[in-house]
């Protein structure tokens, strides 16, 4: 479903990404692991069309650079960590936006009946429903989070992508934004690419693993194919170790 072949991309022509390649199937869950300042956030930015790249990525086998932005929002759409909203929007009219390119007559022809549907319908799968009028400004940031993941899913596109949602979540919503994430790449047979920093939420979320290492992949590959040794390397500590020391932690608390 999604395709990068040969990946390079930067900024004021220094490349920060260098040379990926990777594939993520349909239904697929891909978490991009590394240290910080690896390119991250940067391969996120180049696969939502935000910044211009080098090398082919494909979604569904159409390439990107050669979409209009308003094809580009049906195939990629991109869930960020929750910051202030400044506007005082109403839940359903927020959710309604990621609607915006597939208005049947253009961007600015408003909502249809279609559009509507749709939001109505993926505010009830967040649990957002009852908060249709609320304007967003007076939501909690768990709250806030299920209308963007909402707006996220009624832009109905081929590939989210996720740079560090959870943050500043409490550990209930992260581990429920996870669920509802995995859900809908099952249920839509479509892929999800993010970026977790919590290790033990990239191990529940994903079935795929990049791991990159100052802006070039040091493992691409299944879960299961998954050395550990291989982060420890790159983020140069003992991850596993650390993670056993916190569970018998916890052990002892019980
Ligand atoms: P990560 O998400 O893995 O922490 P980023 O992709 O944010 O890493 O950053 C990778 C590198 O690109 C860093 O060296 C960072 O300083 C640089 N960088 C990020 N954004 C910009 C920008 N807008 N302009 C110039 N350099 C940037």
């Known amino acids: 479903m999604l395709t990068v072949e040969n990946l390079t991309c930067g900024y004021g022509g220094a490349p920060v990404v260098k040379g990926l390649s990777f594939a993520v199937p349909a239904g697929g869950r891909l978490c991009v692991l590394g240290p910080n300042g690896c390119g991250k956030t940067t391969l996120l930015?180049?696969?939502?069309g935000l910044l211009p790249h080098q090398g082919t990525v494909r979604i569904d086998g159409?390439?990107?650079g050669g979409m209009t932005r308003r094809q580009a929002a049906r195939s990629v759409a991109l869930l960020s960590q929750i910051s202030s909203v400044y506007f005082s929007y109403t839940v359903y009219e927020t959710v309604l936006m990621g609607r915006y390119a597939h208005e049947a007559g253009g961007a600015f022809s408003g909502p249809g009946q279609e559009d509507k549907r749709v939001a109505l319908e993926?505010?009830?799968r967040t649990g957002v429903l009852?908060?249709?009028d609320r304007p967003v400004t007076e939501l909690s940031g768990g709250q806030l989070q299920?209308?963007?993941l909402a707006r996220t899913f009624a832009q109905c596109p081929r590939v989210i992508l996720l740079d560090e949602p959870t943050n500043h979540l409490d550990l209930k919503y992260q581990v429920e934004l996870v669920q509802e994430l995995k859900a809908w790449a099952a249920a839509e047979r479509r892929c999800v690419v993010g970026v977790l920093h919590d290790v033990n939420l990239a191990l529940e979320f994903a079935d795929l693993f990049l791991l990159m290492e100052a802006g070039r992949p040091r493992f691409f590959g299944s879960a299961?194919?998954?050395d550990p040794a291989q982060l420890n390397n790159v983020y140069q500590m003992d991850v596993g170790g650390y993670?056993?020391?916190s569970l018998k932690r916890w052990e002892e608390l019980e």
């Open 130 to 132: 009852d908060l249709r």
């Open 62 to 64: 159409l390439d990107l």
């Open 146 to 148: 299920r209308v963007f």
């Open 45 to 48: 930015r180049a696969l939502a």
């Open 122 to 124: 993926c505010m009830e």
């Open 243 to 245: 993670m056993r020391r």
């Open 224 to 226: 299961e194919a998954f």
